[in-house]
């Protein structure tokens, strides 16, 4: 069973009184331990699709099952529920400044109402994972960017989540760092199985994904899958 | 997520932003310091006023004075020395005591006069029913005194309160009244042989002794003044409840046919507490709307946190926080600021209350006099002590609690109704 299925999935904005049509039809089934990227230029509606896998928002019209679970028929607490096994990795880190490394990766867990030991323990492992063991209790503001976004991907590991959704990972990150995260990412679906959907319009990065969708104006035009 | 993680979140979220926090907090401060001051004051006044009033005018005591209340009665209708003894035999009545007083003057051997209040009591009885007040600190008060006794307040020994004495215990003195009711006006005068200087009373009494007054015996003051007529009569009765005080003033009543006034101590208690009950409410209610100012404030506060916190919100919510949590983090926030504000306010109005009463001190009071310790009394003069009650104390903490909580509430549902997207987008 995939992990991720969407069925004609379908999204309508309002922009002021204007109805823009981000998604106009997607289907896509993403299967357990795949990277897939889903590649387009910036307005194709592959970021909006991300937010309804994430359960961030809602479809107009369509379905998306996670795990065979119909997301729509959720409620509040049962998407959150649902968000705590969704590792969410953002172009802009989205790391809480007031909090170290290590509380930040820390922060899922308590929120799922884990116990602080256990959290300090697992936090540290994890950013041991990401190689950011000596910069545990910098706040993000003494970090560089990519030491910011393999933060952000320790957190979002920490639930042991059924995937990770990273939306451009890389886009507000140099290209040394960049190469060295997406390396990162790709250890971490080939060592530890871990499921990836990745969103760019970086044509070499979504090289590095095993399957690429190619988006353009709210619908799947393409499907390649790359050579690694 | 668990309560003690709910808390720190709140709390990092406040040291964040210490200044804009205490700023918030100093509303809450001020809001429930006024509460607090305010009514530490006015219940420390109340308790002032209610004890000197049990002191110079006992519980279990009724005075009875001529005139049927507001209006009513006839005028040629006179209380007489002797009416004791009918009122004695009334149930529940242990002793009637009458009081005949004149202004008049006291004059000493070096020839110096002061004006005071000449009072004719029975010795006995009057030291019967005040027996913590007609107490002497010098000499003895006679309980079979000779026509020539004389007991002085303690001010009319000691007027200035500095140790130069007027007269005192053993001197000879010569005691003066005018009759305006002879023609031509006629000067009376005796000579007495001060007999007991009194404790200081302090304070104000009704019936009671007084510190600027003097006592000479009621069969003096009778041949004295030239009447059988009385002031008042004060009966003690056996007991202070109130159904013994209600149907012992209405057998007195009615004795008279209503052409007396009967007036209990717990009645006028009654009265005074009523009165202050109502200033101590007002006061509240004015010192209230300086904490709902607060409330705004913290409403206000609270609103421009939620804007500049939607995106970590989203991320919040992203991580898979619940509404309910978002809501509880942000009334955790306002309930720290509310619950820090209420407790110093507590402590800081409980020292204006202190500051207060001591500026009163010093100033030698305004409106009631206030006294301290060893200082000077003003004739009148009460002492202030500021009263904390713990029903005030904790009614404060949970008031400033409550009003930081409500106001709250709408900018804490505003953020947990925050969609996650949007939220993330929000720059």
Not at chain 2, 392 to 420: D, N, Q
Request: glycine share 10%; charged share 20%.
């Amino acid at each position: 069973m995939a992990v991720v299925e969407t069925i004609n999935l379908r999204k309508v904005y309002m922009l002021g009184k204007v109805p823009v049509e981000a998604l106009r039809g997607v289907n896509l089934k993403v299967e357990e331990g795949e990277f897939l990227s889903v590649l387009g230029p910036s307005g194709s509606g592959k970021s909006t699709l991300l937010n309804l896998i994430g359960a961030l928002d809602k479809p107009t019209d369509g379905k998306v099952f996670v795990d065979g679970v119909d997301v729509s028929t959720l409620n509040e607490n049962e998407l959150a529920n649902l968000r705590r096994k969704i590792g969410f990795v953002f172009q802009f880190f989205n790391l809480i400044p007031r909090f170290t490394a290590l509380e930040n990766v820390e922060l899922p867990m308590a929120i799922a109402g884990v116990g602080k030991e256990e959290r300090r323990r697992r936090a540290a492992e994890l950013l041991e994972t990401v190689g950011l063991a000596d910069r545990m209790n910098h706040k993000p503001t003494e970090l560089s960017g990519g030491e910011q976004q393999r933060v952000a991907i320790a957190r979002a590991l920490t639930n042991n989540p059924r995937f990770l959704l990273m939306d451009e990972p890389t886009g507000n990150i140099d290209s040394k760092n960049a190469y060295e995260i997406i390396q990162l990412v790709k250890r971490l679906n080939r060592e530890k199985g871990v499921t990836i959907v990745m969103v760019t319009h970086d044509q070499r990065l979504a090289a590095e994904a095993t399957r690429t969708v190619h988006m353009l104006d709210g619908t799947i035009v393409k499907e390649t899958m790359n050579k690694t | 997520m668990k309560p003690k993680d709910i808390f720190f979140y709140a709390f990092s979220a406040i040291k964040l932003r210490k200044l804009r926090a205490a700023l918030t907090t100093l509303g809450v401060v001020i809001g429930i310091a006024a509460i607090v001051a305010l009514l530490s004051i006015t219940q420390g006044l109340q308790v002032a006023i209610s004890t000197q009033l049990r002191r110079g005018f006992a519980t279990d005591t009724l005075i009875v004075s001529a005139g049927g209340g507001l209006g009513g009665g006839d005028a040629s209708f006179s209380l007489l020395v002797n009416d004791t003894q009918t009122i004695s035999q009334i149930e529940n009545v242990t002793t009637a005591l009458a009081i005949i007083q004149r202004i008049g003057y006291i004059k000493n051997a070096d020839g110096q006069a002061r004006r005071v209040t000449v009072v004719g009591v029975d010795f006995k009885a009057y030291k019967e029913v005040y027996s913590s007040t007609f107490i002497a600190e010098n000499g003895e008060i006679p309980l079979n005194p000779e026509n020539t006794a004389v007991v002085v307040g303690k001010r009319v020994s000691d007027p200035w309160s500095n140790g130069t004495i007027f007269c005192k215990a053993g001197d000879t003195v010569e005691i003066l009244w005018t009759n305006t009711t002879a023609r031509p006006l006629r000067n009376e005068t005796y000579t007495g042989n001060v007999v007991a200087v009194l404790q200081e009373v302090g304070g104000f009494s009704i019936g009671g002794p007084s510190d600027t007054s003097i006592y000479i015996s009621i069969m003096q003051a009778q041949s004295f003044f030239g009447t059988d007529k009385c002031e008042m009569i004060i009966v003690k009765l056996k007991s202070n409840d109130k159904t013994t005080i209600e149907s012992t003033a209405k057998a007195i009543r009615s004795l008279f046919g209503g052409q007396v006034t009967v007036t209990s101590a717990t009645a006028v208690l009654n009265i005074i507490s009523s009165v202050f009950s109502t200033i101590e409410l007002f006061l509240a209610g004015i010192a209230a709307i300086s904490l709902l100012v607060a409330g705004i404030g913290i409403m206000n506060i609270m609103i421009v946190s939620l804007m500049e916190r939607t995106r970590e919100i989203g991320i919040l919510k992203a991580l898979g926080m619940k509404n309910r949590t978002v809501l509880l983090i942000f009334l955790t926030e306002a309930a720290l600021i509310g619950l820090m504000g209420a407790l110093i306010g507590v402590g800081t109005g409980w020292a204006l209350a202190e500051l207060v009463v001591r500026i009163f001190s010093a100033n030698g009071g305004v409106g009631f006099g206030v006294r301290q310790g060893g200082q000077a009394a003003l004739a009148g003069g009460i002492a202030i002590t500021p009263v904390l009650t713990l029903t005030v104390l904790l009614g404060a903490i949970a008031f400033g609690l409550l009003v930081s909580v409500v106001f709250a509430l709408y900018p804490a549902w505003r953020a947990s109704r925050l969609k996650p997207v949007e939220a993330l987008r929000y720059e």
